[in-house]
């Protein structure tokens, strides 16, 4: 059974990939320097707007200073920081920043290397630490799970392994309704290539603990093959190479799909859709060196450059002690290990033990901190598109090999 399904965009905005006060201005920066206000860049959209709306006039009534929101989109964000930095012009004076982007602005960014880590969600500490400086407070942090239908999968056959999962995914295989899915697309795909690989035993992504490119270990060709393997079998669409975290989650909450590996904050979603009786939520499953996969963090980080910085820094610790605060929200994650332990004990919340359980693993862990990454992920990306489209793995990882040594760190 190969039918091609159309997948059709969700309209709710998501991270990804994938997140004022009284008297607060939104979408409007201005150099910093006045002591009774900060500017705080977020994206828009996200739950960092929606929270820093929410707790804007807590902050100015504690301490006097009015909080200014500049909401901006996920792709406009990095070249906005980029621009006032290289300006030496801090009109932010605090900036939400996806974990990809702190290497690249890590000179820019005070160091909190005097925060209490201890509530850190696994992981966390270590990918928000360029140069042995702790940049920033972590906001959320997203890993895939495992997500599938409970009423169609009984506890016990809940799969473990990539062996239970593939014969799984044959097996719930019917002519109305595929196993799962393989994400082929975007950054959603090499994320899933690097989950993969983490399972498989790759010590450090992409680079080794000496920096040294690493991707034609055998790690990354079995994880490959992995994702090849399931794209070609019956048990999935036709179309992986259209498919990512959006299109996989169309296609379960319809029920075309038993079980998909989807970012956590899907699950939430999912229960709303077809009901707690349905769906079912476990750790991400585990290859021949166990239970792994990539973190997706996001840190709010004080700019060197502010004016006010003393306030910036309690703003920053402010909202980290209303991490919990983010459980409220539509996405329902956050940063902190007794946020997710106490969530976990919410019905509907179960997301937030598959999260802890699966950050624990030894083999989970962070995208590499190169200031790079977005030349890296391109390539990344045509590793995984041309290896779903027939090309030779092993030929195709030493070619991309090649081609990030010659774009450096």
């Given at each position: 059974m190969k039918k091609k399904i159309l997948s059709i965009m969700l309209v709710a905005a998501m991270i990804g990939t994938m997140i004022a006060g009284c008297g607060s201005i939104e979408g409007k920066t201005e150099p910093g320097g006045d002591k009774n206000s900060i500017t705080v860049l977020v994206e828009s959209g996200s739950p960092a707007e929606a929270l820093a709306k929410k707790t804007a006039a807590s902050f100015e009534e504690e301490t006097g200073c009015k909080v200014i929101i500049d909401a901006v989109a996920y792709t406009g964000m990095y070249d906005k920081l980029s621009t006032e930095i290289k300006a030496k012009q801090a009109s932010h004076d605090v900036a939400t920043m996806d974990v990809v982007w702190l290497t690249a602005f890590a000179d820019a960014i005070e160091a909190i290397n005097d925060a209490d880590t201890s509530d850190f969600l696994p992981t966390l500490?270590?990918?928000g630490?360029?140069?042995?400086?702790?940049?920033?407070?972590?906001?959320?942090?997203?890993?895939?799970?495992?997500?599938?239908?409970?009423?169609?999968?009984?506890?016990?056959?809940?799969?473990?392994?990539?062996?239970?999962?593939?014969?799984?995914?044959?097996?719930?295989?019917?002519?109305?309704?595929?196993?799962?899915?393989?994400?082929?697309?975007?950054?959603?795909?090499?994320?899933?290539?690097?989950?993969?690989?983490?399972?498989?035993?790759?010590?450090?992504?992409?680079?080794?603990?000496?920096?040294?490119?690493?991707?034609?270990?055998?790690?990354?060709?079995?994880?490959?093959?992995?994702?090849?393997?399931?794209?070609?079998?019956?048990?999935?669409?036709?179309?992986?190479?259209?498919?990512?975290?959006?299109?996989?989650?169309?296609?379960?909450?319809?029920?075309?799909?038993?079980?998909?590996?989807?970012?956590?904050?899907?699950?939430?979603?999912?229960?709303?859709?077809?009901?707690?009786?349905?769906?079912?939520?476990?750790?991400?499953?585990?290859?021949?060196?166990?239970?792994?996969?990539?973190?997706?963090?996001?840190?709010?980080?004080?700019?060197?450059?502010?004016?006010?910085k003393e306030m910036a820094l309690k703003y920053t610790k402010f909202m980290y002690d209303h991490n919990a605060d983010y459980m409220d929200l539509t996405l329902k994650i956050a940063g902190r290990t007794s946020v997710y332990e106490e969530a976990g004990k919410v019905e509907g919340n179960e997301h937030t033990t598959a999260v802890l359980d699966t950050l624990a693993a030894p083999q989970s862990q962070p995208r590499p901190m190169v200031s790079t990454w977005s030349q890296v992920e391109e390539v990344l990306t045509g590793v995984v598109e041309s290896a779903l489209g027939g090309a030779d793995v092993t030929s195709t990882l030493e070619s991309a090999k090649t081609k990030i040594e010659s774009i450096g760190k």
């Open positions: 500490q270590d990918s630490t360029v140069n042995g400086n702790l940049l920033g407070y972590p906001m959320w942090v997203n890993a895939k799970v495992l997500i599938y239908r409970k009423d169609l999968i009984p506890e016990d056959k809940v799969p473990a392994t990539w062996k239970e999962y593939q014969a799984l995914a044959k097996e719930l295989t019917t002519e109305d309704m595929y196993g799962t899915t393989v994400f082929g697309s975007g950054s959603d795909a090499v994320c899933s290539f690097l989950d993969f690989a983490c399972q498989a035993g790759a010590d450090g992504l992409v680079y080794d603990k000496d920096g040294n490119v690493n991707i034609t270990d055998q790690a990354y060709a079995d994880a490959l093959n992995f994702m090849v393997e399931n794209a070609n079998a019956d048990y999935t669409p036709a179309d992986s190479l259209s498919t990512a975290s959006t299109e996989s989650q169309e296609l379960f909450t319809n029920g075309k799909v038993a079980m998909q590996l989807n970012w956590s904050h899907q699950y939430p979603a999912a229960v709303a859709a077809l009901g707690a009786d349905k769906v079912g939520c476990a750790p991400m499953i585990g290859g021949s060196a166990g239970i792994g996969a990539t973190t997706g963090p996001w840190y709010e980080c004080v700019m060197k450059n502010s004016k006010n």
